[in-house]
């Protein structure tokens, strides 16, 4: 149901872990949906991503994502990382199962959270919850399969 | 690659015996059993052959086995039939939280069209008590449909006591007894039920074969329209081959049952002991009442599915009651209905066992499972670090 590139990064994700004082810290989805993505950055100067760092709970689908766009941002500038898309980063990982691409696609919006909080100069996690009630209320009810 | 099986409660490997006897009903016997000529009685003789042989596995008779495509169906038919059958008495079904979704998603469909379903709550064991069912009974309760043994945590619902209890109100029992065959004995005398589901490939037999127990005398409102196979109640030419192959898998199955699931219990006690040596892991389930051969663990700050993969790239096959499995972001209602918070549930596994493994498998998956849990911990933003 994967693709090759999916499993590699899968199980051979590039840039784990966390940067100590980093620029900026972006956090999406939630346990109750059974993902979580956290993204650091270490931003320089000239406005270029130099580092960049993920941690992340969830399925191969959210793992794989989250190891992608560590490695299609390092080295771009934040303009140009804040224009990548959740759908370009499943395309560079040759597709994903129609379900994951509503479900367990958010590495996109991890990042741009972490740049918003660099550009907000603010290290604060932004935990936002953003489902309610007791059930995960992302839109993904067509997953069959 | 080494391969390793242990999702038995998925399904499980077809029976070679089982297949021998299936084969001439693929091939020459290819008769349909409703022909008068030769090819029609050969086959005829086949299916009520297996009839016998499933309901001696069930202490039934023949006449109360009613051959469908699996338990969906017989699930399907005895819920709808019965509610149907019954409407005029009343129009409160009792089940549980607990069910699988062939009975659960019946029970809603039934809400839906105007019955009033009560869903017991369970412990944290998964379990239904036999009081819960009692304060529920109203005098409009027409039917009680609780399962023998849960398909996720293998807890054992003390089934013959509500059964007695149904009895007592003059309300119709039915049980789902798909995970029980094969693994615990099964008599519908013993456990006081009306009607019995059951499914062949969960005891290796073919799949899309199934059949249901219904009592003598309970009557059964038809849905499906057709021909006059299975006295009405299940028109449509009959799988033969598949018939054949549940008859001789049931046969099987409760043969030196306590011998086989005692062997199996103590594979399943040694992986449950490596197991939960693992830090910050739970046992969900009954820690006794519970099948021989289930074993289901959460793995705290890892998520089931790829915990799943992972195991699949060692040739391990497992399940898991994780949302990412399970074709929604929810996590199992079983685990939830349990009172598991989402990232326990998130992180459950299930391991089945059958009558092939062997010690070495265990203890081969007792070897990788720690390094797959301390790889993906290491990527969790939710993991703190070891106790040690
Ligand atoms: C408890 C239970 N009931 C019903 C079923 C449905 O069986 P089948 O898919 O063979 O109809 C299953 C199998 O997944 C089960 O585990």
Redesign the pocket.
């Known amino acids: 149901m994967y693709t090759e590139q999916v499993m590699d990064h899968f199980t051979n994700p590039r840039n784990v872990g966390e940067i100590e004082k980093a620029d900026g810290v972006g956090e999406v989805g939630n346990m109750k949906c059974g993902d979580i993505m956290r993204i650091y950055l270490k931003v320089n100067d000239n406005e270029v991503i130099e580092d960049i760092k993920f941690r992340t709970f969830g399925c191969a689908a959210a793992i794989a994502t989250s190891s992608m766009i560590t490695e299609m941002v390092k080295g771009k500038t934040i303009t140009e990382a804040m224009k990548i898309t959740n759908k370009q980063v499943a395309a560079e990982l040759g597709g994903l199962p129609a379900p994951k691409m509503h479900c367990s696609n958010l590495a996109a919006d991890a990042l741009k959270k972490a740049i918003e909080n660099y550009q907000g100069n603010n290290n604060q996690v932004n935990n936002k919850i953003e489902e309610t009630g007791n059930n995960c209320n992302r839109d993904c009810n067509n997953c069959s399969y | 690659m080494r391969k390793v099986y242990l999702d038995h409660?998925?399904t499980t490997p077809l029976n070679e015996e089982v297949l021998n006897e299936m084969l001439p009903y693929l091939k020459e016997h290819f008769g349909n059993p409703s022909s008068i000529h030769s090819f029609g009685r050969e086959a005829r003789r086949a299916v009520e052959e297996s009839r016998e042989r499933v309901a001696a596995a069930l202490g039934a008779s023949a006449e109360e086995i009613i051959f469908t495509?699996?338990?969906?169906?017989a699930?399907n038919l005895a819920i709808r039939g019965i509610a149907r059958a019954q409407q005029k008495k009343g129009n409160h079904i009792i089940t549980s939280a607990v069910e699988?979704h062939?009975?659960y998603d019946t029970c809603a469909a039934l809400q839906k069209e105007g019955f009033d379903v009560t869903f017991l709550p369970v412990d944290e064991y998964g379990m239904v008590s036999v009081d819960a069912v009692a304060a529920a009974i109203t005098d409009k309760t027409i039917l009680v449909t609780i399962?023998l043994a849960?398909?996720e945590v293998g807890t054992i619902m003390p089934i013959a006591e509500i059964g007695q209890l149904c009895r007592e109100h003059d309300i119709i029992f039915h049980t789902?007894a798909?995970?029980a065959i094969g693994n615990i004995p099964v008599n519908v005398k013993d456990l006081n039920v009306d009607l019995l589901?059951l499914?062949a490939?969960?005891f290796y037999g073919p799949?899309g074969v199934?059949a249901l127990y219904l009592r003598k005398g309970t009557r059964l409102n038809v849905y499906h329209y057709g021909g006059a196979q299975e006295r009405k109640l299940r028109p449509g030419t009959e799988n033969v081959p598949g018939i054949v192959g549940l008859g001789k898998a049931i046969e099987l199955a409760v043969k030196d049952l306590e011998a086989k699931t005692n062997r199996i219990k103590v594979l399943r006690d040694r992986l449950q002991e490596g197991l939960l040596a693992i830090e910050h892991t739970k046992l969900n389930g009954h820690p006794q009442q519970r099948l021989p051969g289930n074993l289901n663990v959460s793995i705290l700050f890892v998520e089931g599915e790829s915990l799943i993969l992972s195991l699949d790239l060692k040739g391990i096959a497992v399940s898991s009651g994780s949302a990412c499995t399970s074709g929604s972001l929810d996590p199992s209602h079983v685990l939830m209905a349990m009172g598991l918070d989402h990232q326990t549930a998130h992180g459950s596994l299930r391991f089945t066992l059958g009558v092939n493994n062997t010690e070495e498998e265990i203890d081969y998956v007792l070897e990788v499972l720690p390094d797959i849990v301390t790889r993906l911990r290491s990527m969790s933003p939710v993991y703190k670090g070891s106790n040690k």
């Open positions: 409660a998925a495509s699996g338990a969906t169906e699930n699988h062939a009975v399962m849960n398909n789902d798909v995970q589901s499914t490939h969960k799949k199934g």
